[in-house]
């Protein structure tokens, strides 16, 4: 009976050492599975993670490819109306070219040359003004004249197709400008010559005076 008890009391024994054996050997599998189970599934998150990271990527690329190409487009389409517009106000518009102001600037310089050479060709003839006073007068005419001719000048570019970048209205204003400036230089010249004259003849006047005096007198 004692020797039957201590085998069955070792047996009992041993089948706990196995038993706790596959319990250990079981916790220690599964305690090794479980952390590569959760590093698989670590990897696989991060994979996903790159994968829409990537895919997010591209369509961020895409979008930005296809703002850059709208961006160009637009910009080549706002840059052909710019060019459009600033072809355009290189035209010249037949109402502005025939603007009646353009022929008058014409004829009211040829009435300032008119001016001048009238006036000093009587003051040659008449002689009653000194040398250096008719070479003032001629030099305010060079003078007066070379501003009428930027005048004409500028007129000329706005009427012109192709030289200045302007708009119908700009253009306008432009011509009443200078048609402005224009009649001032005539008024100029008519009040600048009109004095020379007068100056002149008060000055004949006054020899007349002296010789009906020396002839009242007798003096030689």
Known sequence: MKIKKRTALFFLFLGGIVMCNN??????????????????????????????????????????????????????????????YFNSLMKVNPVVASNPKGKAMIDLQKQINTLFQNELDWQQQQKALHSNEINY???????????????????????????????DHQRIERIDRLYASMQDKYAFAGSFTSKCRQMAKSRLQAGQDRDQLKKLYGIN
């Open 137 to 167: 007068i001629q030099q305010v005419y060079t003078n007066l004249l070379s501003k009428c001719k930027a005048d004409m000048d500028e007129l000329t570019l706005v009427l012109t197709p192709g030289k200045l970048q302007m708009n």
């Open 23 to 84: 319990r250990l050997y079981a916790q220690g599998t599964g305690g090794f599975f479980n952390q590569a189970s959760s590093k698989i599934k670590l990897m696989l998150a991060q994979i996903a993670g790159y994968g829409t990271f990537l895919k997010e990527l591209k369509s961020g690329y895409n979008t930005t490819q296809n703002g850059l190409n709208t961006a160009h487009e637009f910009k080549n389409g706002t840059y052909s109306l710019h060019t459009a």
